[in-house]
Nanobody
């Protein structure tokens, strides 16, 4: 079993930055891809960013150029650096991980979520 815990959410003003962290623990040797989803009120959960164990990344068009996903394999931690935040980035952000795959289209593990609120 894998346990994932996010941190770093909060209330910020538009145009500022915020960094989310997610630490994985437990039986983690099988984890390959990690990343982040978000869900705004009344909307479906959206895949935001993915990073493979080797460091390859993918982003949703809505965050390209503003968000950066990274990971520290030694610490089993994935990060999401968010810059130039917009009110439409307001959502609950979830970290996610997959076993033996280089995508998190269908994650095997989820974090509990952390709220990010961007005020205008």
């Amino acid at each position: 079993q894998v346990h994932m815990v996010e941190s770093g959410g909060g209330l910020v003003q538009a145009g500022t930055s915020l960094r989310l962290s997610c630490a994985a623990s437990g039986i983690i040797f099988s984890i390959s891809a990690m990343g982040w989803y978000r869900q705004a009120p009344g909307k479906q959960r959206e895949l935001v960013a993915t990073i493979t164990r080797g460091g390859s990344t993918n982003y949703a068009d809505s965050v390209k150029g503003r968000f950066t996903v990274s990971r520290d394999n030694a610490k089993n931690t994935v990060y999401l650096q968010m810059s130039s935040l917009k009110p439409e980035d307001t959502a609950v952000y979830y970290c996610a991980a997959a076993k033996w795959r280089n995508d998190i289209e269908v994650p095997d593990y989820w974090g509990q979520g952390t709220q990010v609120t961007v005020s205008s």
